[in-house]
């Protein structure tokens, strides 16, 4: 089976699922930029047969629950292996193929959610385990993943959580023997929420008509980056400290 990306858009309103799917194509053009031997898949429920981009169109209904029709009608009928899901709303900077090469020694790669867990309490999970960002996920078929995937359609469907799906895959992924690695924010940076990165940013991630700009302002500083959610502030490291520098941009 080919490598591939998954991606989904379902359900929205008119007007916001014609949004999505340009978002959706936006990425998968940018990622065929960077890596175009990866195959990319579109789960969706437009009953389009040609979608720029996108090499596999995977017609589907229209679901009544959004994140239970993630896990079961999506990702755990991917046609490819290994299989990366991304949110619609991301834009590949560069190539990160490095990341595809961790599955010789995991199961899974993901990486910290910037939330780092949920407002929820979850039993039997410490507080120390962090959320993983349910909008980066790769895997390679095997019975732990398998096992895994199902558990968190399991515990989706109990709706023991409102917030997306990271708190189900959070407490999965706990319960799981799944070996898994977790990786830094340059792989995706969600940029409407306040983070850092230190080197190049490989993916950004939020619904954004900006999302190109964004960022190319992201990558023109390779040192430590802080942003705010809507201030980008560049450092520069002096005699062994990271300082402000004076520009501070805004972006939206």
Not at 63 to 89: F, Q, R, V
Not at 177 to 186: C, D, G, L, N, T
Request: aromatic share 14%; glycine share 4%; charged share 30%.
């Amino acid at each position: 089976m080919a490598a591939g990306v998954l991606y989904f858009v379902v359900k929205q309103e008119k007007k916001r699922r014609a949004r999505f799917l340009e978002m959706a194509k936006l990425s998968a053009k940018s990622l065929k930029k960077h890596m175009p031997y990866l195959r990319t898949a579109l789960f969706t429920d437009t009953g389009l047969d040609k979608i720029d981009y996108f090499d596999d169109i995977i017609h589907t209904k229209t679901p009544k629950k959004m994140w239970i029709y993630k896990w079961e009608e999506c990702l755990m009928k991917s046609p490819y292996n290994p299989t990366l899901h991304l949110d619609a709303d991301t834009y590949i900077c560069d190539d990160f193929s490095e990341v595809f090469d961790m599955l010789n020694r995991f199961d899974l790669v993901t990486l910290m959610s910037p939330y780092h867990i949920s407002d929820h309490k979850i039993k039997d999970v410490p507080i120390c385990f962090p959320e993983p960002c349910g909008g980066f996920f790769l895997w390679k078929q095997n019975r732990k993943n398998d096992w895994l995937f199902k558990r968190i359609a399991e515990l989706v469907r109990k709706k023991h959580w409102g917030r997306a799906d990271e708190p189900s895959i959070r407490k999965a992924l706990y319960e799981s023997k799944v070996r898994y690695a977790f990786i830094p924010w340059e792989y995706t940076c969600v940029f409407r929420v306040p983070g850092y990165v230190f080197g190049k940013v490989k993916i950004m991630h939020g619904e954004s008509c900006n999302i190109v700009t964004n960022a190319e302002t992201f990558n023109q500083n390779t040192e430590r980056r802080v942003y705010t959610g809507e201030t980008l502030i560049l450092t520069r490291k002096t005699q062994g400290k990271y300082v402000e520098m004076d520009q501070k941009i805004r972006y939206s």
